[in-house]
């Protein structure tokens, strides 16, 4: 069964920064492409980064030049830096695992909350 627990959410003022964290159990992690969703209330869910086992990269047109996905496979875990946040990424924030489509395995969320 695999299993996808997020962490590093929280309460931040605009144009701070945050670090989420997936750890990723149950899965072949390491051959699996991983991404971020979120969704914020009363909107759809939307992408926001996805990273390919060699490391290739994708970002939202939101998502260029703040945020950064990585992964340590090594450890099992998918992570995204985000700096210079701002009011509009408050949103329930989604590891996925992209190794099927349509994706079958989510985490739970963490929250995100963007205060001016």
């Known amino acids: 069964q695999v299993q996808l627990v997020e962490s590093g959410g929280g309460l931040v003022q605009a144009g701070g920064s945050l670090r989420l964290s997936c750890a990723a159990s149950?899965?072949?992690?390491?051959?699996?492409?991983m991404g971020w969703y979120r969704q914020a209330p009363g909107k759809e869910r939307e992408l926001v980064a996805t990273?390919?086992?060699?490391?290739?990269?994708y970002y939202a047109d939101s998502a260029k030049d703040r945020f950064t996905i990585s992964r340590d496979n090594a450890k099992n875990t998918l992570y995204l830096q985000m700096n210079s946040l701002k009011l509009e990424d408050t949103a329930m924030y989604y590891c996925?695992?992209?190794?099927?489509?349509?994706?079958?395995?989510w985490g739970q969320g963490t929250q995100v909350t963007v205060s001016s």
């Open positions: 996925v695992d992209l190794g099927t489509q349509p994706p079958l395995y």
């Open positions: 149950g899965s072949i992690f390491s051959i699996n492409a």
């Open positions: 990273i390919s086992s060699g490391g290739r990269t």
